[in-house]
């Protein structure tokens, strides 16, 4: 079954350094997501791209953050200067266009900032 | 806006016990679409059952049931002889219409079931 690939599993990263975070969506799918869970809390919404723009995007999502579809299969989360409270779990989703269809989730990226 | 509430915050149980986790949800929009997702200690996100508002028609897949009420608003997951495997943490999830076509998703903060043999 087709599935939605994070990677890195686990990225550790000065504060203040920029990382990318990278996911290849399930390929037939349109819309693509970034979450984020800090640990041991609720999963929260970061961003949707959808038409090779975003089409969502929450409160937390801030200059510091980008989203980029470089190509036809990866899309990107970059946070440019890491600050402590950015340690998180990210999670890439994709769905189709189809309303009803749940979106599926990659197994996250693990992110650590010291 | 949209909000999901999960009153219970961790269940114990035991072995084949039956489990009925709560979810509350809150939207103005006609059109939304909730889900339950399971996380089990690995961490990934798991995606288990959907229902449309248009349709209130529960149904039950394997030892899966789900208890949707718009009347009162709320979207209840059911496991039927829980198994050790079943400890995770199940989120339950709305996503409506926003006006804008369909929205991403707002989560509820977890129900953690913990099934002891």
């Known amino acids: 079954e087709p599935e939605v690939t994070q990677t890195p599993s686990h990225q550790v990263t000065q504060m203040g350094q920029e990382v990318i975070l990278r996911c290849v969506p399930i390929s037939n799918h349109l819309y693509f997501y970034w979450y984020r869970q800090i640990l041991g809390q609720k999963v929260e919404f970061l961003v949707s791209f959808y038409n090779n723009e975003i089409s969502e995007k929450s409160e937390i999502f801030d200059d510091q953050f980008s989203v980029e579809r470089p190509d036809g299969s990866n899309f990107t989360l970059k946070i440019r200067s890491t600050k402590l409270e950015d340690s998180a779990m990210y999670f890439c989703?994709?769905?189709?266009?189809?309303?009803?269809?749940?979106?599926?989730f990659g197994d996250g990226t693990r992110l650590s900032i010291l | 806006a949209q909000k999901v509430t999960q009153a219970q915050t961790e269940i114990s149980v035991v072995e084949k016990e039956d489990v009925t986790l709560d979810c509350v949800y809150e939207?103005?929009?006609?059109?939304?679409?909730l889900f339950w997702y399971k996380q089990p200690p690995s961490g990934e996100l798991v995606f288990l059952i959907r229902r449309n508002s248009f349709d209130e028609q529960n149904e039950i897949s394997g030892r899966y049931s789900w208890n949707f009420q718009k009347s009162t608003s709320s979207f209840n997951f059911t496991i039927t002889a829980s198994q050790v495997v079943d400890s995770a943490v199940y989120f339950c999830?709305?996503?409506?219409?926003?006006?804008?076509?369909?929205?991403?998703?707002?989560f509820g903060s977890g129900t953690r079931l913990q099934v002891q043999p």
């Open positions: 939207t103005r929009d006609t059109t939304y679409y």
């Open positions: 989703a994709s769905r189709t266009e189809v309303r009803n269809q749940p979106q599926h």
């Open positions: 999830a709305l996503s409506d219409e926003g006006g804008t076509g369909r929205r991403a998703l707002t």
